[in-house]
């Protein structure tokens, strides 16, 4: 069974940073991109960016690059998100999540984390 | 960027068919495929469709995925509505540089 678990609520004052992991389990972390999607209160989803556990490198939105570094440990099967500079803004659950495959298909963004909240107030 | 445009808000008795529309800004709809998640509140997102039109395993033939190129929209169609369908709609596609974007999101409120 593929399980993404995320660390747990965060708060944080403006200009600070959080960083949130996401373990995964279940199958073989370096097989799919590890995305990571915000959602502010009561908003859609927004894309963030990616991971490639394989080789380590990372795509990311316009809106947060230069703000945000994902990472991955291959020793551990954890994809790491750090957000820099926090703001009022940045307050949302973000989730973490990657791909099914099988059978001769791939379904993107099929399994996610169960969301980590971030409060950024002062 | 492309931005991906979709409804706010649709809404419809039980047992009846709504459609969502999704509207891609710029490049070809048809270049890359479209997704579209499930959101209640609460919860994390889960797919309903995929590639365009195809449904995980699990997801009832009640929903139905389509692209059409002339007005450069994708389309989810929920049929037979029930109240368990009640939640927040989301598509998805992504571009040739790996980046990826969600509309706007839909409500859809089953009266």
């Given at each position: 069974?593929?399980?993404?678990?995320?660390?747990?609520?965060?708060?944080?004052?403006?200009?600070?940073?959080?960083?949130?992991?996401?373990?995964?389990?279940?199958?073989?972390?370096?097989?799919?991109?590890?995305?990571?999607?915000q959602?502010?209160?009561?908003?859609?989803l927004k894309w963030?960016?990616?991971?490639?556990?394989?080789?380590?490198?990372?795509?990311?939105?316009?809106?947060?690059?230069?703000?945000?570094?994902?990472?991955?440990?291959?020793?551990?099967?954890?994809?790491?998100?750090?957000?820099?500079?926090?703001?009022?803004?940045?307050?949302?659950?973000?989730?973490?999540?990657?791909?099914?495959?099988?059978?001769?298909?791939?379904?993107?963004?099929?399994?996610?984390?169960?969301?980590?909240?971030?409060?950024?107030?002062? | 960027?492309?931005?991906?445009?979709?409804?706010?808000?649709?809404?419809?008795?039980?047992?009846?068919?709504?459609?969502?529309?999704?509207?891609?800004?710029?490049?070809?709809?048809?270049?890359?495929?479209?997704?579209?998640?499930?959101?209640?509140?609460?919860?994390?997102?889960?797919?309903?469709?995929?590639?365009?039109?195809?449904?995980?395993?699990?997801?009832?033939?009640?929903?139905?995925?389509?692209?059409?190129?002339?007005?450069?929209?994708?389309?989810?169609?929920?049929?037979?509505?029930?109240?368990?369908?009640?939640?927040?709609?989301?598509?998805?596609?992504?571009?040739?540089?790996?980046?990826?974007?969600f509309?706007?999101?839909?409500?859809?409120?089953?009266?």
């Open positions: 069974e593929v399980q993404l678990v995320q660390s747990g609520a965060e708060v944080r004052k403006p200009g600070a940073a959080v960083k949130i992991s996401c373990k995964v389990s279940g199958y073989i972390f370096i097989d799919h991109y590890i995305h990571w999607v959602q502010a209160p009561g908003k859609g963030m960016g990616l991971v490639d556990p394989e080789d380590g490198k990372g795509i990311y939105a316009e809106t947060f690059q230069g703000r945000v570094t994902m990472t991955a440990d291959r020793s551990t099967d954890t994809a790491y998100m750090e957000l820099t500079r926090l703001t009022s803004d940045d307050t949302a659950v973000y989730y973490c999540t990657t791909a099914r495959s099988g059978g001769g298909l791939e379904i993107l963004m099929y399994y996610w984390g169960q969301g980590t909240l971030v409060s950024v107030s002062s | 960027n492309f931005l991906l445009t979709q409804p706010h808000s649709v809404s419809e008795s039980p047992g009846k068919t709504v459609t969502i529309s999704c509207t891609r800004s710029i490049g070809s709809v048809a270049s890359n495929h479209v997704q579209w998640y499930k959101q209640r509140p609460g919860s994390s997102p889960t797919t309903v469709i995929y590639e365009d039109n195809q449904r995980p395993s699990g997801v009832p033939d009640r929903f139905s995925g389509s692209i059409d190129s002339s007005s450069n929209s994708a389309s989810l169609t929920i049929s037979g509505l029930k109240t368990e369908d009640e939640a927040d709609y989301y598509c998805q596609s992504y571009d040739g540089s790996n980046h990826y974007v509309g706007s999101g839909t409500k859809v409120t089953v009266l």
